[in-house]
């Protein structure tokens, strides 16, 4: 099956921009989606599809997608931003239409 | 709003079967715009989709290859939730499980997948 490569930690300074990235054959044919995990939580999806963000969630969360690469930016980062980010797409490398995951990306903030 | 809540053993014995449930409300196990899966975390192995089951018009089935020959995904329309169970369990099954409800959403410019409702994950750790 196919695979989705993440950098395993980013550093941001509070009030910066960060950009985390997304790689993998299935982001030609899929968007990704991103979805925030906080030490003991599940996963909360922050961005999906070209760049939607659920209710709830801060518009300094945006997504962006071009060939292989998808990425997530955050604008003017928070404390609380401080989590691991991962990535998902749909995958039909195999027989079926299935489901793929980045390694994710822990953000500190500093 | 949709909520996911699971529940079933936190310890299972090795070569025996893991059995998870995950109970719906604010939505339907038979709804025909969402697919409900299952997917477990581990430091080893990260985030790792194992499967789903939907509806649309009959009842379907996709798993993940590396747990294809062990995994059965139930739909239970009479509770509205819907079932994992994985067979011949090792150490290495060991993870937090959580089930979640993929969506898609197309017009004729865009199609959109995602996951966009979680539980809150069980531990389930295999061992003797």
Redesign the interface.
Known sequence: SSELTQDPAVSVALGQTVRITCQGDSLRSYYASWYQQKPGQAPVLVIYGKNNRPSGIPDRFSGSSSGNTASLTITGAQAEDEADYYCNSRDSSGNHLNWVFGGGTKLTVL | QVQLQQSGPGLVKPSQTLSLTCAISGDSVSSNSAAW?W?RQSPSR????LG?TYYRSKWYN?Y??SVKSRITINPDTSKNQFSLQLNSVTPEDTAVY?CAR?KR?DSSS???????V????TTVTVSS
């Open positions: 899966n997917i990260g985030l790792e989709w789903r996709d993940a290859v959580y993929d959403e865009w199609l959109y997948y995602y996951m966009d979680w539980g809150k994950g």
